[in-house]
């Protein structure tokens, strides 16, 4: 299979849907284009009751994903969705698949009648970004820390009791230089991120991570972050993402008529555009250089409506609007905890 278009890279959205959530402006029946990956954090945009959202991504097989995930919120009962995406225990996900498959398109059915396994597995295992982390959870991490310590540190206790146990158990010499290894940027290139999306990182990989991931264990937020549950025990634990929570399940199938799944890039998708009130735009800048950067600013500013918001996240490559023009962009600022704490910054810009 080419890596590019015929696997799935991310099973789930490793962004933070509910920081997300808090950059989208006030606009009634707003027009919104996002990066589809895994579906998650587009679903959770539904939650804003659009008029219009654009899920777009340049793998089609990302979009099958989320095809699987809209027939599961439209057949299936909060619980029995939970189930059979992976959340939850089942034993016959691949019987509800071939229940709920008559909502999603031949081609995404041609696919997942050859992919039963991964449906079997529980689809929000099934990336390659997931078995990444499982490799770490399984290979690397048993022989750093317990069951018991990797508890203890996710476990309900004061910011001192936090800080105590991670400098004096977690935060080991074998911890340090295993995590160093396993995150580094050779080893993530080869099973964890494509190589074409690291090219533009210039710092040290290993050591940013390490350093990001350092600041947030240390931290009470450590206890109640779900990605980092999921990176450590291969289930969300304690808390689930916006789009997976029971209070929000009816609302987003209620609004999930207003998606159109687009094939292509993100220029692609907003070029036939009157206009677009918010963009979700992932991390989509780390792959670019700063000339494509520069380009792909000027394509989009015609799209943004005026007061419209543009949110992305950057990682490792520098990348921000207001760089280049300040005074058309204005920098958003939101006191929350990004889950996703191995990014550098959550980047909300307003028109």
């Avoid at 997942?112 to 770490?136: M, P, T, V």
């Avoid at 207003?258 to 998708?269: D, F, N, Q, V, W």
Wanted: hydrophobic share 40%; aromatic share 14%.
């Amino acid at each position: 299979m080419n890596e590019n278009v015929d696997i799935i890279k991310y099973a789930n959205c490793w962004e933070d849907a509910d920081l997300l959530l808090a950059s989208v402006p006030s606009v009634a029946r707003g027009h919104f284009l996002s990066i589809a990956s895994g579906g998650d954090n587009s679903f959770a945009l539904l939650l804003k009751d659009p008029k219009q959202l654009i899920m777009v991504d340049m793998n089609v097989v990302q979009l099958y994903l989320c095809e699987l995930k809209i027939a599961a919120f439209l057949n299936l009962s909060y619980s029995e969705m939970l189930a059979f995406i992976g959340v939850h225990p089942s034993g016959n996900r691949t019987d509800v698949y071939h229940q709920i498959k008559k909502t999603m398109s031949l081609a995404a059915q041609r696919y997942w009648n050859s992919q039963l396994q991964k449906i079997e597995d529980g689809i929000i295992h099934a990336g390659k970004f997931e078995r990444y982390f499982k490799l770490f959870r399984t290979k690397v991490l048993p022989w750093i820390h317990s069951r018991k310590q990797i508890e203890t540190l996710l476990e309900k206790k004061s910011p001192e009791a936090q800080l105590r146990f991670y400098h004096e158990v977690w935060n080991s010499w074998s911890w340090r230089f295993m995590f160093r290894l396993f995150f580094s940027k050779a080893v993530m290139g080869r099973f964890g991120r494509t190589k074409e999306y690291l090219r533009q990182v210039e710092v040290p990989v290993a050591e940013f991570i390490f350093n990001q991931a350092d600041r947030h264990l240390k931290s009470v937020d450590a206890q109640s972050n779900y990605f980092l549950h999921f990176i450590f025990t291969g289930e969300f634990k304690v808390n689930l993402p916006p789009y997976l929570r029971e209070e929000n399940f009816e609302a987003i199938r209620e609004n999930l008529n207003c998606i159109s799944l687009i094939h292509g890039t993100a220029e692609e998708a907003f070029i036939q555009q009157p206009g677009l009130d918010f963009f979700n735009l992932s991390n989509i800048f780390e792959y670019m250089d700063k000339m494509q950067f520069e380009k792909f600013e000027s394509a989009i500013r015609p799209k943004i409506n005026t007061g419209g918001v543009v949110s992305y996240w950057n990682l490792m490559v520098d990348r921000r609007f207001s760089d280049l023009d300040a005074k058309h962009y204005q920098r958003k600022i939101f006191d929350l905890t990004d889950n996703g704490f191995f990014y550098k910054r959550f980047v909300s810009e307003q028109v």
